[in-house]
């Protein structure tokens, strides 16, 4: 990263300033009125930037904290999510980020004031609930921390609010910082994961298996919770096998009883942003595996999705009560 964009407005930002002096050095700085210029610029190659991307500092105004699309859930009857980084460091040949951006830049809003006090109103809403508010809907909330300092910020922030959930979607092993913090009960660390052989096949970048068992079973030993994330399910014709060893691997390095929850999801795109993908990478076999277009939507055929639920669900529910396990679906 040898480029750093910065809207005008948050030129003199505390955190701006903070962050340019860590990470400024040697990096061409360029201001911008707004990073939508950058960001939306027509004919970009997203394949191109993804190998030498750019940060753009910027101020998210409005449109903060959302709800949840139908279907996305870990119990809760109160969802909402919030993304203070858009674009994430890997490269899962299946990640709906390619497909719905124009860039592979990083946008990071360095206003986390301003989301911290829209999650308060939401709260302010729902007196006496508990509300859950997802992180890493638009990015990795863990991978980017040493330059976003997020968790610094947003951990002691959740902590004076116990009514409010805070779910840390992640595939990184970058947990050092979670470790520096003292264990809060209201916020769960949820790991994204796919057996090894998937995994190095078409999530690019991302950590090595054994490395995220390791991070897991430190924060769990250091007292946080730990969710499980298997989202999406990729069908392979040794499917059962490998998530069988996957379930096996995951429960001999942590302790299934302290697991918060587990949610499962399906390879699905919307049929305009699977074209895109696919011309990006024609012959990704991820991509060429048999799939079915029904209501403009790209997925596996619905008798392979439900053998692929039965089967994997058969499985984990040895592991964690089926109170804990959740499909996250539009349907």
């Not at 998937?198 to 030993?221: G, T, Y």
Request: glycine content about 4%; hydrophobic content about 35%.
């Amino acid at each position: 990263m040898s480029v750093i964009y910065v809207e005008s407005r948050v030129l003199n930002h505390p955190r701006t300033r903070t962050l340019l002096e860590r990470i400024g050095q040697h990096k061409t700085i360029i201001e911008c009125d707004h990073y939508r210029e950058i960001f939306n610029r027509k004919s970009q190659s997203f394949r191109i930037q993804k190998q030498h991307p750019a940060l753009i500092l910027a101020e998210k105004p409005s449109s903060r904290v959302l709800p949840t699309p139908p279907g996305f859930g870990i119990g809760g009857q109160k969802n909402y999510y919030f993304s203070h980084l858009l674009n994430c460091p890997y490269d899962c040949r299946y990640c709906f980020l390619q497909g719905m951006y124009q860039s592979a830049h990083y946008v990071l809003f360095v206003n986390y004031e301003d989301f911290q006090s829209d999650i308060v109103t939401v709260l302010e809403e729902h007196q006496d609930e508990v509300v859950t508010f997802f992180s890493g809907y638009d990015s990795d909330s863990l991978a980017f921390n040493p330059n976003t300092q997020f968790i610094e910020n947003f951990i002691p922030f959740f902590e004076k609010h116990p009514r409010a959930l805070l779910e840390l979607r992640t595939k990184s092993a970058n947990v050092k910082s979670l470790l520096n913090c003292q264990p809060i009960q209201n916020a769960v660390v949820a790991f994204s994961m796919t057996p090894d052989s998937i995994s190095r096949q078409v999530e690019h970048r991302v950590p090595k298996l054994s490395q995220r068992l390791k991070a897991m079973k430190q924060l769990q030993v250091a007292g946080w919770r730990i969710g499980l994330r298997f989202d999406p399910l990729i069908y392979t014709d040794n499917f059962q096998a490998l998530y069988d060893q996957l379930l096996t691997d995951i429960f001999s390095s942590i302790d299934s009883s302290l697991v918060h929850s587990v949610s499962t999801g399906l390879l699905r795109f919307p049929e305009k942003m699977y074209q895109k993908i696919t011309a990006m990478y024609p012959k990704d076999k991820l991509l060429a595996h048999p799939l079915e277009v029904n209501k403009k939507i790209v997925s596996y055929s619905k008798a392979r999705e439900i053998d692929m639920l039965n089967s994997f669900h058969k499985k984990i529910a040895q592991y964690v009560p089926d109170t804990s396990i959740f499909k996250c679906s539009a349907d």
